[in-house]
């Protein structure tokens, strides 16, 4: 951390950082694609659209707009947020965009399906303001945090070769003659799959919006959890102030993986068009 800081000047580092392969700038040495903020560019009006509301009230109300590439990349372009706001007073300036831009799902987060004291759920509510369906999220905590640092990683998986060694003919050959042509075809085909670089990382932010940096400083700020289990650490994100963005993207995150043929079929129709 205090190398990233003082000899990169990237003194958002930190010891007990979550997300340490989050890059908000690029850092000498490291690959072109080691970097999650980008120039913002017009989305084309097919790329299937995802919107996250993690509700507050006195908290902070947090909701991001996700747009997913037929390359199964999640670009977030737009992040509302409000403090202290009713329902009825946020929700038309949500309800514009989605009139506008028609997204696919529309999830909000878990705790939204309590009712408050009052006879309908958050959830309930928030549905009747936008006059649209809206999803409960995905519950599963450390399954969110897992999905973003896959998301974030611009590290090459190492080679298969580097794990099962290099193609032996001779290798081969003993199990065509020893072994079951099923056997022998299965060795084969570990050799046989293109060596192709991954497309990564698979998640961006847009740089167009002081509201996006929020979601961005958000990410940078997790660390972890220091309560226990069964006398174990619990691998998750230790709550903070601030933290409603990075719940909003965990829930952009499970929708988004849905959605990610919609938008490769997408572009094949296009193409054959």
Same mark, same amino acid.
């Given at each position: 951390?205090?190398?990233?800081?003082?000899?990169?000047?990237?003194?958002?580092?930190?010891?007990?950082?979550?997300?340490?392969?989050?890059?908000?700038?690029?850092?000498?040495?490291?690959?072109?694609?080691?970097?999650?903020?980008?120039?913002?560019?017009?989305?084309?009006?097919?790329?299937?659209?995802?919107?996250?509301?993690?509700?507050?009230?006195?908290?902070?109300?947090?909701?991001?707009?996700?747009?997913?590439?037929?390359?199964?990349?999640?670009?977030?372009?737009?992040?509302?947020?409000?403090?202290?706001?009713?329902? !009825?007073?946020?929700?038309?300036?949500?309800?514009?965009?989605?009139?506008? #831009?028609?997204?696919?799902?529309?999830?909000?987060?878990?705790?939204?399906?309590?009712?408050?004291?009052? @006879?309908?759920?958050?959830?309930?509510?928030?549905?009747?303001?936008?006059?649209?369906?809206? /999803?409960?999220?995905?519950?599963?905590?450390?399954?969110?945090?897992?999905?973003?640092?896959?998301?974030?990683?611009?590290?090459?998986? @190492?080679?298969?070769?580097?794990?099962?060694?290099?193609?032996?003919? !001779?290798?081969?050959?003993?199990?065509?003659?020893?072994?079951?042509?099923? #056997?022998?075809?299965?060795?084969?085909?570990?050799?046989?799959?293109?060596? !192709?670089?991954?497309?990564?990382?698979?998640?961006?932010?847009?740089?167009?919006?002081?509201?996006?940096?929020?979601?961005?400083?958000?990410?940078? /700020?997790? /660390?972890?959890?220091?309560?226990?289990?069964?006398?174990?650490?619990? !691998?998750?994100?230790?709550?903070?102030?601030?933290?409603?963005?990075?719940?909003?993207?965990?829930?952009?995150?499970?929708?988004?993986?849905?959605?990610?043929?919609?938008?490769?079929?997408?572009?094949?129709?296009?193409?054959?068009?």
């Amino acid at each position: 951390a205090v190398k990233q800081a003082k000899l990169y000047g990237s003194w958002d580092a930190y010891l007990g950082q979550v997300f340490e392969e989050f890059r908000d700038k690029h850092i000498p040495g490291e690959p072109d694609n080691a970097c999650h903020v980008v120039k913002p560019f017009n989305i084309p009006t097919w790329w299937p659209k995802i919107v996250s509301i993690d509700w507050g009230f006195k908290a902070k109300c947090s909701i991001g707009w996700g747009a997913i590439s037929p390359t199964k990349k999640l670009y977030i372009y737009r992040h509302q947020y409000w403090t202290g706001k009713k329902i !009825e007073e946020w929700a038309p300036e949500v309800k514009f965009w989605i009139e506008k #831009e028609k997204p696919a799902e529309i999830v909000i987060c878990h705790s939204a399906e309590q009712h408050r004291g009052d @006879p309908h759920t958050i959830h309930e509510q928030v549905s009747e303001a936008l006059e649209t369906g809206v /999803s409960l999220g995905v519950k599963n905590r450390l399954a969110g945090k897992t999905l973003l640092h896959e998301y974030l990683r611009w590290e090459q998986r @190492p080679r298969l070769e580097t794990v099962i060694g290099e193609f032996d003919p !001779e290798v081969a050959a003993w199990i065509y003659r020893n072994k079951t042509k099923i #056997e022998y075809d299965l060795y084969c085909s570990m050799y046989n799959k293109p060596d !192709e670089s991954e497309d990564i990382p698979r998640i961006f932010f847009f740089d167009n919006d002081p509201a996006i940096e929020l979601i961005c400083n958000s990410i940078k /700020s997790c /660390s972890y959890a220091k309560t226990q289990k069964d006398g174990k650490a619990i !691998e998750d994100v230790a709550e903070f102030d601030g933290d409603d963005e990075y719940d909003m993207v965990r829930g952009l995150l499970h929708a988004a993986d849905s959605f990610f043929d919609m938008a490769t079929d997408s572009s094949i129709k296009l193409e054959q068009a």
